[in-house]
């Protein structure tokens, strides 16, 4: 949004210089005190339109950047049309006197010195925001490298960390499968412990039955 001042005194300004572009072809039907009191009228309102513009180019500094282009061109256009309203006054040697056209020609030499003063304080003014424009580019791309970085940095510990957890857990499965190649020993020769106390529980029950045989035949067979 552009300044409200700034419109305001856009206003003033042309007021004044429709004012103040009427005055040449006054100056040009009139003499002696009639044409002095209008060409001290002229550099009245011809400061105060400079100074209008001087108002205006302090606005600028508080507008947006999206505005500010627009804004400073027309107030380009109002100091290159004020500065030719000037010229032309003075090129029309209107004044009737000589000291009157030494002091016109004093006023007019300050109000194009103050014209040009001011378009070159509007220009560094364009380039100084320019290079803040820049500078705060250049900060914002520093600002997304160190954070780049700090993201590199982050992805690389946690490949890190995860290369370790896969060595630990690789550890954990070549032990595992120690354990187990030792726990089927344990089972196989349990196992083959099992067949062999099968085999003697075998031999001693067809020992007992031998023995239980043998006494029962001497006992009741054997007379």
Do not use: W
């Amino acid at each position: 949004m552009s300044s409200e001042e700034f419109e305001k005194l856009q206003e003033i300004f042309k007021s004044l210089y429709d004012e103040l572009k009427l005055m040449p072809d006054r100056l040009l039907k009139c003499q002696g005190e009639e044409k002095k009191r209008l060409v001290r009228t002229f550099d009245e309102r011809h400061g105060e339109a400079v100074e209008v513009l001087q108002g205006m180019e302090q606005e600028l500094i508080g507008v947006p950047s999206s505005y500010r282009n627009a804004m400073s061109t027309r107030l380009r256009l109002f100091r290159r049309d004020l500065g030719k309203l000037q010229r032309e006054v003075k090129s029309s040697d209107l004044s009737s006197t000589r000291p009157a056209e030494g002091a016109y020609g004093i006023y007019s030499s300050q109000n194009e010195h103050s014209t040009q003063l001011q378009s070159q304080r509007a220009l560094l003014i364009q380039g100084h925001e320019h290079l803040n424009n820049a500078s705060q580019s250049i900060e914002r791309s520093q600002r997304i490298a160190a954070e780049t970085d700090q993201i590199g940095v982050d992805i690389i510990e946690e490949l890190g960390e995860q290369r370790e957890q896969l060595d630990r857990t690789r550890d954990r499965l070549v032990n595992t499968g120690e354990n187990l190649s030792r726990s089927r020993k344990i089972l196989r020769a349990m196992s083959r412990r099992l067949m062999t106390n099968k085999l003697l529980l075998s031999v001693i029950m067809l020992m007992e039955l031998g023995i239980l045989g043998a006494v029962v035949y001497l006992k009741f067979f054997r007379k």
